[in-house]
């Protein structure tokens, strides 16, 4: 079974609301979680980093202000993407990182911003 | 610093017939790579990975590939498409096996024809 789940799985939203995507590791603790985002029919793109409760680390380009991540236990991460235009519409995808070797990435929520 | 490259945006076989996908890399420390699969508006599964010791690697659903250092290169391959692997292919690149942090090539889309 699936071992690294996200909700939603597709959303529809109006331009200008804010909108967040859960992560959530089912059978193990994920110390660090990755967030990709994957624009339609092109690779996937690091956005930033995040270790639970601290900060997360966002990559060059990447508005922090824009893409809210909190990484509040070792099983949930959030990423919100506020104020969310039609440009943020895209597939995100979520990595979370165990002690041990895990190569799971979540099943990806479609964003699509009207 | 690290980049991938993989050469052909689109690959077609016939169901039957040899696949080959192409991935070269660029990496100032000793890379892992590996290989994943994305079928529509799903996740990423993990086909295969390189982290050290022998060179070629066999991965799930009859994949392989093999590291040669000398080209820089980690091409995925198959000797007998089925239909079922039509999907999108990625290589990524890593410092470490261990870690989300992949750079990831563009992509190849494989068609596999009846």
New interface residues.
Partial sequence: GAV?S?HPSWVICKSGTSVKIECRSLDFQAT???WYRQFPK?????MA?SNEGSKATYEQGVEKDKFLINHASLTLSTLTVTSAHPEDSS?Y?C???AD????Y????T?LTVL | AQSVTQLGSHVSVSEGALVLLRCNYSSSVPPYL?W?VQYP??????LL?YTTGATLVKGINGFEAEFKKSETSFHLTKPSAHMSDAAEY?CAVSGS???????????TTLQVKP
């Fill in positions: 690294v996200q660090t979680m990755f092109q690779s996937l793109m690091l980093t597939f995808i990595k979370p990182l041990t070797d895990t190569q990435f979540g099943p990806g479609r | 590996f994943y508006n799903q996740g990423l599964q993990l990975k990625f096996s261990n870690t989300g942090k992949l750079i990831f090539g563009q992509g």
